[in-house]
């Protein structure tokens, strides 16, 4: 492949606020070449991901990318070039490369996974058949242990994980109450995604009586994607051994410092709530039972989703300061380059 | 039993802060009658507790005393009149009868249970074979879930329940870090309860930096009877999949208003730690289990406790506000009247 020069987009300064287009920049180089053992992909698409804010952001977490290199993100492409036994030119596959348009994958890891483009679109292989189904199929179901007639109460439901959320609780038997922001959002929440409920935060001057009003029965789960004063607020409106799913902090734009808010342990000791972050990666070892689960609510029309694409990888960097504008309507891609099974 | 009058201590005025005894007033007034079905109990021991400060507080909680009522408190005496079938007089019974010379029980409530006072001291049913250890025992193997080797952090750690928790978690093959205030409370930690290490939080000047040295490793087990700032501290030295017990508030003096603190959410989300509030009444169908266990620990020596009784239920109010100054060494107990198995 030497013939190519390859682009990607590496970062170049750590955020110590929320992302901005600067801290990138786009470098071409060399189409790096597959070690025995590995395959080299050409991407079709990359993701912009609300948790990409803590992988660039001074404190470090589980995915923290090091300046100068390539920024992280789940991708899917095809194999132009394999060293690996049980992997063949011409798989398509979903792994996590970064922003470019080729590069260098180990099969034998656990975010290395094949993918049939025939059976559903590409894309969904980044979304609700990927990363962002699975992370709502285990926390909601493991962590979050919903029982019929439960009500869950979904932050960002518009959103990825938070559509996919309501609708699987829904599968499961439960009353559904979303909170996003903006009438676009929640129009997507109550006509598209089938939550009971929808509460624009945006729209109301007391989130604590919203809340109160939409859930006459107290909250049983709440599945978290944005913490800050939102769950300050849920928190004191959770059952007796409700759950608690902590899965993004979208409300805090930075952790440096550690911001503060109402503490949490007296509503968790007298109701006895039980509160837990949850990470997708630990769950690698049962991503089929979720693909299988997942797959066939989606055949059946049980579960819906939204995508928010744009074309070319030099957008990726603005695509991504869009998410915490609010900007996107769906699970945000960027198509590094004409998707040939379409 | 009409020839008698009965003492008790009622709550005249409900705490805003830490309670005082002037909170509390002792009324002289007959002893009451067992409907068919109860049973009168003549008191021998009653407790001080910590979560009474919560009992007592205008944030009202699982056990909320109304003023102009009995004060609740656990408790153990002799059967002296009998309306049940299953129980006779003379039998010697643990309950929650309040701060009561005499009182009513139903013995259908779980919290009533027959006690062997030849098998251990009497008032161990009201500590390491009552609440206190039930308490340690199923918050730390259910909710804390030690595995041998793993570092456990015990708040309050020279306390009734905290040193329980760390004994127990010693006969787990774990390592046990106590921490504790003044040098009594740190002595005992580490000469009669076995910790590892023990932590003086009114001597160190940083905390934080305290309990890194005392824990290497990092913790897996917090067991949290304090919260507050120490809380915050520890979350932050929590391990990947953690568990955080929290089992009291002993650090904050009212919730309202509601105060503040760190946020939890990102130490949380990035490490997977599981946060989750424990109390004992809702183990109450496995207490037999519990008590099994624990006389076998406390008959083999693996299992050591301290006592702080106190005589006469008129001092009980100041047995209470003691406790919030860190006054009592052991178990508080009030002694109502001479114990007839000493």
Redesign the interface.
């Known amino acids: 492949m030497a013939q190519h020069l390859n682009r990607r987009v590496i970062l170049s300064e750590r955020a110590t606020g929320l992302p901005t287009p600067k801290l990138f920049s786009i470098v071409e180089d060399d189409v790096p070449s597959p070690s025995v053992g590995e395959v080299l992909l050409n991407n079709i698409y990359v993701t912009a991901d609300p948790g990409m804010k803590?992988w660039i952001s001074m404190?470090r977490?589980?995915a923290s990318v090091e300046t100068g290199t390539t920024m992280h993100s789940f991708s899917v492409g095809v194999v132009v070039e394999s060293k690996h036994p049980n992997v063949a030119e011409g798989d398509v596959v979903a792994a996590n490369t970064g922003w470019a348009e080729y590069a260098v994958a180990d099969p034998e890891r656990q975010t290395f996974r094949k993918v049939d483009p025939e059976a559903a679109p590409l894309s969904t292989a980044l979304g609700v058949l990927g990363i962002n189904g699975f992370t709502a199929y285990f926390g909601l179901l493991s962590v979050g242990q919903p029982k019929p007639g439960d009500t869950v109460v979904v932050s960002t439901a518009a959103g990825a994980v938070g559509s996919a959320v309501g609708q699987i609780a829904k599968i499961k038997g439960c009353r559904t109450v979303g909170i996003a922001g903006g009438p676009e959002k929640i129009a997507l929440c109550t006509e598209i995604f089938g939550f009971d409920a929808a509460i624009d935060y945006k729209a109301t001057g007391d989130l604590d009586a919203a809340i109160r009003a939409a859930c006459p029965e107290g909250i049983d789960v709440y599945f978290?994607n944005v913490?800050?004063e939102t769950?300050d607020i849920v928190l004191g409106q959770v059952n007796l051994?409700g759950r608690v799913v902590?899965?993004?902090?979208a409300a805090?734009d930075a952790?440096i410092p550690?911001?503060?808010?109402?503490?949490?342990?007296?509503?968790?000791?007298?109701?006895?709530?039980?509160?837990?972050?949850?990470?997708t990666f630990?769950f690698a070892d049962r991503y089929n039972e979720a693909h299988a689960d997942l797959s066939e609510w989606l055949r059946d029309g049980n579960i819906r989703y939204r995508e928010d694409i744009v074309d070319g990888l030099e957008n990726a960097p603005a695509a991504l300061a869009g998410l915490y504008e609010g900007r996107n309507m769906g699970r945000q891609l960027i198509r590094v380059r004409p998707d040939p099974f379409l």
Chains 1, 2 share one sequence.
């Open positions: 803590g404190a977490n589980y978290d913490g800050g769950l051994h902590i899965c993004g902090t805090t952790w550690q911001p503060s808010g109402l503490r949490p342990e007296r509503n968790l000791l007298v109701n006895r709530i039980k509160m837990e972050g949850v990470l630990d």
